[in-house]
């Protein structure tokens, strides 16, 4: 078809025929599949992307059959709706076919064509894999969300019933404890959700010139009373000033802050956690170390997804929200830098945030202690 229209161009030179191939070869280049088949069945014009499911690839065999049989349907007069074929791979695909007659007088509801003699068919085919990952993800999350707000919801319930019947002050009092303690988990795990999904929403909305010395400095701030509650020495390395990342401040405070809030809860009474900065060619690397239980092997990779916890019986004790480090992971990609972890079962962890050093700071590698 595209050789045609360039044929038609060349022989009329008109204005007409040159819009048509503009048109032509835009459709060749979307990323959707087109199959176009004239009334004969034949096919008249296919698209880049319609390429593997005419090539009469074993892979594609079930999507080519799901065309060919709608094609024919619709031709001979009969409304489809989108079918889904899904293929295993691997990779596993989701792809959505939909064929659409083409009739010249469109008031005619695809009926014009004489029964048998069909009409020109479009073809549309969409991988639709991103997408339904994407759902996927959403749908768990939205079940995860509703999973992990019903137990402490329960729990307030519970305590308050109880309250209603009890006049012990010395039990009313500790049951209210409690109901104060769960009521706080609600609002921590809220107060968590809504800052991912602002952070993952809004990307870096602020860019200024960070000092890590500062940005460091605030986070241990703000992780210093659960430290001293813990007993627990948070040792700043401090990091030289000329030490600068282009970020959002805020975002950075509170990956930092996440990082040490987890270093203070997951270390035992007594023990020590070190946070220090340096610069590492055109980085620099945020590391907090602490000597506490460590994580498994196993859990290495999935210690960043939103409501994974190793130990979930730890991390309900300590009034984990199961959303630290997926913030912390986010701010990383926000900063076009990444977070990656050591650890050793029973010895200790450290979390490294990785971020793209501020244009003119120091560029060799050397250690700022
Ligand atoms: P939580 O609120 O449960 O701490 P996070 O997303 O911050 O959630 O961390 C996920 C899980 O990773 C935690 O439940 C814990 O099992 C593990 N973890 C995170 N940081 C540490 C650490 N410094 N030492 C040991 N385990 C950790």
Known sequence: LVERAVDHATERGDEVARSELRLVDAMRRIPQALILYDRSGAVAFANDAAAPYLAGRHSEALVEEAIAEMAASVASGAKRAPEAV?????????????????????????????????????????????????????RDFVANISHELKTPVGALSLLAET?????????????????????????????????????????????????VHLFVAEAVDRVRPAAEQQQIAIDVE????????????????????????NAVKYSDAGASVVVRARSVAGSVDVCVQDHGVGIPTRDLERVFERFYRVDRARSRETGGTGLGLAIVRHVAANHAGEVTLESVEGEGSTFTLRLPAAAGGPSDSHEVG
């Open 86 to 138: 899904d293929l295993f791979g691997p990779p596993r695909r989701s792809i959505v076919v939909s064929a659409t007659a083409l009739v010249d007088d469109p008031v005619s509801d695809g009926r014009s064509a004489v029964a048998g003699q069909g009409t020109d068919v479009l073809v549309v085919v969409e991988d639709v894999t991103d997408r339904r990952r994407l759902e996927d993800v959403r």
């Open 163 to 211: 309250l209603l019947s009890e006049d012990d002050p010395a039990v009313t009092r500790r049951l209210t404890a409690r109901l104060l303690s769960e009521a706080e988990r609600v609002g921590r795990t809220i107060d968590d959700l809504l800052e991912l999904s602002q952070i993952e929403a809004g990307g870096v909305a602020r860019r200024e010139e960070v000092p």
């Open 238 to 261: 401090q990091p030289g000033r000329d030490l600068v990342v282009v970020g959002d401040r805020r975002q950075l405070v509170s990956a930092t802050y996440n990082l040490l809030d």
